[in-house]
């Protein structure tokens, strides 16, 4: 059962405008959740996290909205890069306490594709 | 700094035979995870290690077994290979503390024929 869903496989957004990729989840303990970019033939890079005790964490063009309530999370690329293209990966994670984090739960990925 | 390294980053076998893949984590970072990537999927959990115990089991049949080394490398071993374990095999590192990133390395393409 997929616990973490990216419900669009692909989105296109012209250079310098605003993206804005989604991602639900089902499992009420997850209390951490990051993004990911993948490019191919690499592994996933880290891009943006956000702790559930946040609703909005900031980093440069990167913006993550956590709406807890909602069991939803948001990820904003302003502006838009021809170099953001790429498939993002959002991810999720029920730290216990004294627990390490190791295992996220995955979506299925979204093609972000930025045209010139 | 040397990034999260995997090794072979290709490699082909036949249904029945064994593979070992490796994973060299980054220095200074004592848990590493395994995780399976299928194409037009995410990927998908199989192991934790942290200083050299098993931390986390996914949903994976036997045939997949684990070990992390002294030096926190580890490696992922796979018997009696199925057509359906192709796939990418990404491994992963952090320090090991809580609401930290992974780090993934550039994984090993498995194709079972």
């Known amino acids: 059962d997929q616990q973490v869903k990216q419900n669009s496989p692909s989105l296109s957004v012209q250079e310098g405008r605003i993206s804005i990729l989604n991602c639900d989840y089902t499992?009420?303990?997850?209390?951490?959740f990051l993004w990911y970019k993948k490019y191919p033939a690499e592994g996933p890079t880290f891009l943006i996290s956000?702790?559930?005790?946040?609703d909005k964490n900031e980093d440069g063009r990167f913006t993550v909205f956590l709406n807890k309530s909602a069991k939803h999370l948001s990820l904003h690329i302003v502006p838009s890069q021809p170099g953001d293209s790429a498939v993002y990966f959002c991810?999720?994670?029920?730290?216990?306490?004294?627990?390490?984090?190791?295992?996220?739960?995955f979506g299925r990925g979204t093609q972000l594709t930025v045209w010139p | 700094d040397a990034g999260v390294t995997q090794s072979p980053t290709h490699l082909i076998k036949t249904r029945g035979q064994q593979v070992t893949l490796r994973c060299s984590p980054i220095?200074?970072?004592?848990?590493v995870s395994w995780y399976q990537q299928v194409l037009g999927q995410g990927p998908q959990f199989i192991f934790q290690?942290?200083?050299?115990?098993?931390?986390g089991r996914g949903n994976f049949p036997d045939r997949f077994s684990a070990r992390q080394f002294p030096n926190y490398s580890s490696e992922l071993n796979v018997n009696a290979l199925l057509l359906g374990d192709s796939a990418l095999y990404l491994c992963?590192?952090?320090?090991?503390?809580?609401?930290?990133?992974?780090?993934f390395g550039s994984g090993t393409q498995l194709s079972v024929l």
């Open positions: 992963a590192s952090s320090l090991g503390g809580q609401n930290e990133k992974l780090f």
């Open positions: 499992n009420s303990m997850f209390d951490y």
């Open positions: 956000i702790s559930s005790i946040k």
């Open positions: 991810a999720a994670s029920a730290v216990t306490r004294g627990s390490t984090l190791g295992r996220l739960y």
């Open positions: 220095s200074g970072h004592k848990s």
């Open positions: 290690y942290y200083e050299k115990e098993e931390r």
